[in-house]
């Protein structure tokens, strides 16, 4: 996607300027958690020092949580292009999309801060051993021996108004597209228009529901639990990209 979207120029708009950031946000994501991971199934050692463990978690929370800002900021790019087609390029600046591109990595950056400063001032006991692939915040605060409340009160309050909030802009965006396109007379318009945002909701849906359920649910260790966190981690990022390019005919066309 990366090299497509740069070599083509009729690629070179706001929205795949977007794509192709989300793009490199997929591969810095999956390079957080799957090196380790495969490491630990080729030498079966399974083990990860304290601060390997923190670093992993700072920087989930820093590509994920930008993943969703970015998710939000795409859903307002089609928002634009559909209401509001006659004005896009006034809009949708270049000054404009730098601004929310950035933006979406600062807020990250500055909740995972938060987050992991709350996180290095617990007491890990020794010889604890946890039933994950992979450090996430949720799966560390059984192997405390410290008090967790202010970490998890911290952990759930930015959960909500990271994901919820972008959740929220997503939807009010898709709610404003959804009045336009049933206004559109012509089927063949609507079809247009609708297919436009198919392949964005479908990485939506993967996304937050998959994020939703790893971080909302209770941590048991059950094979469940695992599979929706192998889903969050691994396999989101690595079927985006083929999202985006199987089910958009610019990008097939390009290729």
Known sequence: MLLVIRT?????????????????????????????????????????????????????????????CLLSVIAYDHYVTICHSVHYGQIMTNRLCNSLVCGSWGLSFLDSYINILQAMSL?????????????????????SCSDISTSFTVLLCSSLVHGFGTCLLIIFSYALIASTILSISSSSGR???FSTCSSHLTAILLFYCSGFLRYLMPTSGLPLELIVSIQYSVVTPLVNPL?????????????
């Open 243 to 255: 999202i985006y390019s199987l089910r958009n005919n610019k990008v097939k066309a390009a290729v």
């Open 191 to 193: 079809g247009k228009a």
């Open 123 to 143: 007491d890990f006991c020794e010889d604890q051993s946890t039933p994950h692939y992979n450090c996430e915040l949720p799966s560390l605060f059984p192997l």
């Open 8 to 68: 083509d120029s009729h690629l070179h708009t706001p929205m795949y300027s977007f794509l192709s950031h989300l793009s490199f946000l997929d591969l810095c994501y999956s390079s957080v958690t799957v090196p380790k991971l495969l490491e630990n199934l080729l030498s079966q050692k399974e083990t990860i020092s304290v601060g390997g463990c923190l670093a992993q978690v700072f920087l989930l929370f820093v590509t994920v949580g930008t993943e969703g």
